[in-house]
């Protein structure tokens, strides 16, 4: 099963299309697409059923898949190279940091670059659901997304981590 954010609402995709849920399912669940991880596992019995007809759509169309989450931790110098390619000694444990929702663009978003020391990288991202405080939480996605960072911020004192990663 694959879901997304086309133009903010949520998505099926399968058959090479996309199939608007809440249109599909008469309302039973919300277009937004945020609002589905609540109701997970009676979405995915619902979504199960390969409901409605897919439709074709365009990249340009795709939004972040989790557009509002609740919490959003990055993990960095989390493997030698990465560690040495920032200057820094490979800590016992991966650096953990805030990521802001602000920082989500669309699949064919343009990112402007506020100095010319922005490197970008690659990271993988996952989000789950944790019903009823159970753990460990459901994994319920995966997707990949670029992350410009301004060096010359990020590495000046204080080390800002959080506020120079966008």
């Known amino acids: ?24 399912s008469g309302e039973l669940f919300s277009a937004d697409p945020q609002a ?12 199960a059923q390969n409901p409605g007809t897919p439709q074709p759509y365009s990249l340009d169309q795709l ?6 989450p609740e919490q959003v931790f990055g993990i960095g110098a989390n493997y030698r190279a990465h560690a040495a390619e920032g200057g820094l000694e490979v800590p016992e444990w991966p650096m953990v940091f805030t990521k802001y929702v602000s920082s989500f663009a669309s699949a064919t978003g343009v990112i402007t670059l506020p100095t010319d020391t ?3 990288e690659v990271e993988l991202v996952v989000w789950w659901v944790a019903q ?6 459901n994994t319920v996605g995966a997707t990949s997304r670029g992350s410009p960072s301004d060096r010359t911020s ?4 204080p080390n800002c981590w959080d506020n120079c990663r966008k």
């Open 132 to 137: 009823r405080f159970t753990c460990p939480p």
């Open 154 to 157: 990020q590495n000046a004192p």
């Open 63 to 68: 939004g972040p898949p989790a557009p509002r």
């Open 36 to 47: 589905v991880y609540r109701r997970w596992d009676e979405f995915r019995r619902w979504a």
């Open 118 to 120: 922005v490197d970008w």
């Open 1 to 24: 099963m694959r879901i997304g954010n086309l133009d903010g609402r949520l998505t099926l995709f399968r058959d090479g299309g996309a199939v608007d849920v809440a249109e599909a």
